[in-house]
């Protein structure tokens, strides 16, 4: 089944409870190797945003995502405003004024944020980012897409947890936790676990 507009709205929605109910998980998770800010930031873009969608509904999804970038880069601070604002701009360009989103359409969208947020970020997998999330979510994504819309999120959320853990081990190369070297080894990182918060909200929006 296809992903309308409203459908998209749903899920943001959703992502932007997620974001309130785990804001101290990721302020605390970013403490050790960041600014302590993470959490405080999504939470100030995605209530904004929720304000926004409050006044008017844009007719589609692209029209709703690129809204979505425009509120995160201007109200989220850090380097999670450019890089999830990048992320949302490329997925609203790749399924274009489209009315609906069929699953071909949802993949390329979570296809297109991974490329904008690698191009925005320069960061790989195992630089211990939220490319580590993304990145295997896309991958997921991609197997899955002759399941439909369902299966293809569920499956990235899935791949998104996994990627977030993968970073615990891992010595940060890229963002202020690179700037600990080795004492970076042994935390979740916080833009991997913010991915995969929002992936999950999206695959279990009703």
Request: a negative charge; proline letters at 3%.
């Amino acid at each position: 089944m296809a992903c309308t507009t409203n459908d998209v709205v749903t899920a943001l929605r959703a992502a932007a409870a997620t974001v309130a109910e785990h804001r101290v998980e990721l302020i605390d998770l970013d403490r050790p190797i960041g600014d302590a800010d993470h959490g405080e930031n999504m939470h100030r873009g995605f209530t904004a945003l929720t304000a926004a969608l409050d006044g008017t509904v844009p007719e589609t999804p692209g029209a709703v995502l690129k809204l979505v970038a425009t509120t995160l880069i201007s109200k989220v601070g850090g380097a999670a405003g450019p890089l999830y604002g990048t992320a949302f701009l490329r997925a609203a360009t790749a399924v274009g004024q489209a009315p609906e989103l069929d699953t071909a359409a949802v993949v390329a969208a979570l296809r297109a944020g991974l490329d904008g947020v690698v191009a925005r970020g320069k960061a790989e997998v195992g630089d211990a980012t939220m490319v580590d999330a993304l990145a295997r979510a896309v991958e997921a994504a991609e197997a899955a897409k002759n399941d439909g819309v369902a299966a293809v999120l569920t499956a990235a959320a899935d791949a998104a947890d996994e990627g977030a853990n993968s970073t615990i081990p891992l010595v940060a190369r890229k963002g202020r936790a690179s700037y600990l070297g080795e004492r970076s080894i042994g935390h979740l990182d916080p833009g991997a676990r913010s991915t995969a918060l929002l992936l999950r909200a999206f695959a279990e929006a009703r």
